[in-house]
């Protein structure tokens, strides 16, 4: 620009005191550094322009950089936790493992302890059942017995009403009643018996049922089952094991 004015004050004096070439001179000089500071200005744009881009480019450039460590980094992270949950995994596998082996080992045992339990809870149940049998066969008993006593005292009360005058009965029916007397003595004998045989019957049952609740409660200690506080299913699964 400082270049310009003063070709350009030069010109101006030329064109006052110089011929005509020294002015085109001066013309030809000016175009010159009017066409050289174009050519700078426009040099200087391309290589802002040019600057620019590769700014834009090395920025877009760092920005793909950060952006594939940041997913370098979210790959590693997420092959480090599924490493970890693998491993985990692993553990418990194997640590399932060695439980399913010690129980193995001692399977024989204890599978005889439960076969023992189970056979001594279908024994409980089993003289449950009899004991109500018993019992109803003893309602049963008794009831026959009172009948029969009040049949007998019935008949008894019918032979001291009748009148003297009644004729005497003959050998026959003597006999006959005897032998109902002998019969429902023998039956009387019989229930009274049997009554003493069912509530041994009963003493036992409830000793039996003492000495298997105490033997099954306190007597068996079970560990690592899940089926210990559900005899029904440890009975149906026992049952399907045999």
């Not at 970890?84 to 005889?112: G, I, S, Y």
Request: glycine residues 2%.
């Amino acid at each position: 620009h400082e270049e310009e004015e003063a070709v350009k004050k030069l010109q101006a004096r030329a064109q006052r005191d110089a011929p005509p070439a020294v002015v085109h001179a001066i013309k030809a000089c000016r175009f010159a550094i009017y066409e050289a500071t174009q050519s700078a200005v426009a040099a200087v744009k391309e290589a802002r322009v040019i600057r620019e881009e590769k700014q834009a480019e090395r920025e877009r450039m760092i920005k793909l950089e950060k952006q594939r460590l940041r997913e370098e980094e979210r790959l590693r992270k997420e092959k480090a936790r599924r490493q970890r949950r693998e491993q985990r995994a692993k553990e418990k596998a194997l640590a399932k493992e060695r439980r399913f082996l010690e129980r193995k080992k001692k399977l024989p045992k204890n599978m005889e302890l439960w076969k023992e339990v189970s056979q001594l809870m279908t024994e409980h149940s089993t003289l449950e059942k009899e004991e109500r049998k018993w019992r109803e066969l003893e309602e049963r008993l008794i009831a026959q017995e009172e009948a029969e006593l009040a049949a007998t005292a019935a008949n008894e009360g019918a032979q001291e009403d009748e009148p003297e005058s009644l004729p005497e009965l003959s050998s026959e029916h003597k006999q006959m009643v005897e032998m109902a007397v002998e019969d429902i003595v023998l039956s009387t004998k019989r229930i009274q018996s049997q009554v003493e045989m069912i509530k041994t019957a009963v003493v036992k049952s409830d000793e039996s049922r003492e000495q298997l609740y105490d033997k099954f409660s306190s007597g068996h200690l079970f560990r690592g089952y899940r089926g210990a506080n559900n005899p029904k299913g440890l009975i149906r699964a026992l049952s399907q094991n045999d």
